[in-house]
């Protein structure tokens, strides 16, 4: 082979080489780049962003959790002041999504919960730390702004995590007493 040819194909084959490398390491950026979403906070609020930016313009991803019927999508409420405002002023929970409260003592004790300033009405779902559901509260009705306290909705049950969805979610996700969901452990303050 010619002296000119040969360089002509080394070239050739050096820039597929240079190209191949540059793929993999697009494919290997790309790859990183998902990796990080484990990385980022939970959301913290309904309704959760299509991507990664919620509504306030933070970065955020969900905990997707498997549930008989389906995939859950949920926002978790792991402070104090999460868990206080909860789904408050949230006029519709969208299906297949809800918000997790992890409490910090890390038990399974009574939770008692209000609909305080809770405009739609909700399902609560109250689950172990081994993931057993203990209870559900169906379609808990919504509660107006300044409706006196005496008056608003509460409902309580056993666990250590508690779901709420919209009304009506939890049967359509196949979600009922005994059944077995997996929660990874939520850090809680």
């Not at 290997?28 to 962003?49: F, G, H, M, R």
């Not at 995939?71 to 809800?98: C, D, F, K, N, W």
């Not at 779901?163 to 196949?174: C, P, S």
């Amino acid at each position: 082979m010619p002296i000119a040819t040969f360089r002509s194909v080394a070239r050739v084959l050096l820039t597929c080489a240079v190209l191949a490398m540059g793929a993999t390491t697009a494919l290997i950026s790309s790859a990183a780049a998902d990796d990080d979403d484990v990385t980022l906070p939970y959301c913290a609020a309904l309704p959760l962003p299509h991507g990664t930016i919620a509504a306030d313009g933070t970065a955020c991803r969900p905990l997707d959790v498997k549930v008989p019927n389906g995939m859950l999508h949920l926002a978790i409420a792991a402070t104090e002041s999460q868990r206080e405002h909860g789904l408050m002023g949230v006029a519709e929970v969208p299906y297949h999504q809800g918000m997790l409260f992890a409490f910090p003592d890390g038990k399974n004790a009574q939770r008692d919960f209000w609909m305080k300033n809770t405009i739609t009405p909700l399902d609560m779902v109250f689950i172990t730390d081994g993931g057993a559901i203990t209870a559900i509260a169906a379609n808990v009705p919504a509660t107006a702004p300044n409706t006196p306290d005496d008056k608003v909705a509460r409902r309580s049950g056993v666990g250590r995590y508690v779901i709420e969805l919209g009304a009506g979610e939890a049967a359509r996700l196949g979600l009922a007493p005994k059944v077995r969901i997996p929660i990874p452990p939520i850090p809680a303050e």
